[in-house]
T-cell receptor, first 115, second 115 residues
Framework: GAVVSQHPSWVICKSGTSVKIECRSL??????MFWYRQFPKQSLMLMATSNEGSKATYEQGVEKDKFLINHASLTLSTLTVTSAHPEDSSFYICSANLRGNTEAFFGQGTRLTVV | AQSVAQPEDQVNVAEGNPLTVKCTYS??????LFWYVQYPNRGLQFLLK??????LVKGSYGFEAEFNKSQTSFHLKKPSALVSDSALYFC?????????????FGDGTTLTVKP
């Protein structure tokens, strides 16, 4: 099946700094990628839809200036958590759909800890 | 609007016994239904999906699920549970008509299989 790779798998950063998370589709082109956030023992919450070559669409309540999304190519989307604070600590997961495919392929997730 | 309910936070079964993880959904259009499994600090792994066709869907690792349109349910089942099946399971729904790709996830059910 198709593979989606996330990097890094985990990151620890100081409060006030910015962190970039990459999501790559390794063997297919993804015009659309999705970014989710997951709190411990909770479900996945969709943060935004990332469209190649255009601005991301953010879900209600998600700060677009806080969570910057860039989808510069058909195989790469990035999520930058700007001026991170401890409350941003979470598990972030991306997914991508094959064009015309009904199945979403998920990255392995990134554990962000802000200290 | 679309939603998913997983009524059980926790399911406990003995190894070798059959298991069922429940899921009900609500979607205005055509339901695309999915089951995913998540191990600690990992992304989601696809188990199976229902798009169209036979109501009984067979997936990975011996899991299967039955689509019931009248009851709007898509319960996950396995005839004989293994200890290694212990994990967090998510049911997800997507509206096939819009094909926007957004999936809505249930809150998850923790399956524990005891030896």
């Amino acid at each position: 099946g198709a593979v989606v790779s996330q990097h890094p798998s985990w990151v620890i950063c100081k409060s006030g700094t910015s962190v970039k998370i990459e999501c790559r589709s390794l063997d297919f082109q993804a015009t659309t990628m999705f970014w989710y956030r997951q709190f411990p023992k909770q479900s996945l919450m969709l943060m935004a839809t990332s469209n190649e070559g255009s601005k991301a669409t953010y879900e209600q309540g998600v700060e677009k200036d806080k969570f910057l999304i860039n989808h510069a190519s058909l195989t790469l989307s990035t999520l930058t958590v700007t001026s991170a604070h401890p409350e941003d600590s979470s598990f972030y997961i991306c997914s991508a759909n094959l064009r015309g495919n009904t199945e979403a392929f998920f990255g392995q997730g990134t554990r962000l800890t802000v200290v | 609007a679309q939603s998913v309910a997983q009524p059980e936070d926790q399911v406990n079964v003995a190894e070798g016994n059959p298991l069922t993880v429940k899921c009900t959904y609500s979607v205005s259009g055509n339901p695309y239904l999915f089951w995913y499994v998540q191990y600690p600090n990992r992304g989601l792994q696809f188990l199976l999906k229902y798009i169209t066709g036979d109501n009984l869907v067979k997936g990975s690792y011996g899991f299967e699920a039955e689509f019931n349109k009248s009851q709007t349910s898509f319960h996950l089942k396995k005839p004989s549970a293994l200890v290694s099946d212990s994990a967090l399971y998510f049911c997800a729904v997507r509206d096939g008509y819009t094909n926007a790709g957004k999936s809505t996830f249930g809150d998850g059910t923790t399956l524990t299989v005891k030896p």
